[in-house]
């Protein structure tokens, strides 16, 4: 069983940044970055393969950037030129196996909050 663990969530102005930071309880193939807001399913944000390579959600690429410290069993997401839009809860996800940028996570950490304000 693998444990996730996000921080680095708040709120901040349409434009602003913020950087989220997951932890995991060891190394897994297979992480990445998914938002949520409440009433709606999960949707894809990164993935960060046990390479450094990343993948992005192509609506999002050029404004988040993911990244991984393979040591510490972390994966990092920059949020910059925040909108409105991406207010959401975002989770941290792993999985042992498969193509990190599509389906079949796994594990999954309770979130980190990210509210953007106009």
């Known amino acids: 069983q693998v444990q996730l663990v996000e921080s680095g969530g708040g709120s901040v102005q349409s434009g602003g940044s913020l950087s989220l930071s997951c932890v995991a309880s060891?190394?897994?193939?297979?992480m990445a970055w998914y938002r949520q807001v409440p009433g709606k399913e999960r949707e894809f944000v990164a993935a960060?393969?046990?390479?450094?390579?990343?993948t992005y959600a192509e609506s999002l690429k050029g404004r988040f950037v993911g990244s991984r410290d393979n040591e510490k069993n972390t994966i990092f997401l920059d949020l910059n030129s925040l909108k409105p839009e991406d207010t959401a809860t975002y989770l941290c996800?792993?999985?042992?196996?498969?193509?990190?940028?599509?389906?079949?996570?796994?594990?999954w950490g309770q979130g980190t909050q990210v509210t953007v304000s106009s």
């Open positions: 996800a792993a999985k042992t196996s498969g193509d990190c940028a599509g389906s079949g996570y796994i594990y």
């Open positions: 060891g190394f897994t193939y297979c």
């Open positions: 960060i393969h046990s390479d450094l390579i990343a």
